[in-house]
């Protein structure tokens, strides 16, 4: 993905983050933690941890690749996100916790950021 597409993005999704209230918006720590009860969860069907957490780390997972599906036609083509036809839930938690384990760094940033970069890293789209 062309990072100054990227940047846009994530621009923008950091803005509309901080209207929220401060306690509303948790870090990567947070959601990596929700996102392994959500994986557990799909994997055997049993509350591993709580239902609640498990739902937000689908929620933010459903409401991004919602949210780049959207958006994905105002972008440069080289910034795209090619997110499959059939996405399952499961796809997009580990999608998740794939990008948010092997970026430590970014744990501190907003969960909409990062689950945001977790999509555009996870799917981007051919020829880029």
Known sequence: M??????????????AASFAAPSAIADGKELLEHCRIAQQYIKTGQDHGGMLPAGRC??????S??????VGGHVDPLARVCLPSKLS?????????RYLE???KQLKSPEPVLAILAF???FPCPGK
């Open 2 to 15: 062309a990072w100054k597409n990227r940047k846009v993005i994530v621009l923008a999704v950091s803005i």
């Open 58 to 63: 689908i929620g933010y997972a459903e409401g």
């Open 65 to 70: 690749a919602q949210t780049l599906n959207i």
């Open 89 to 97: 839930r499961a796809e997009m938690v580990d999608a998740l916790v």
């Open 102 to 104: 092997s970026h430590p």
């Open 120 to 122: 555009t890293d996870a």
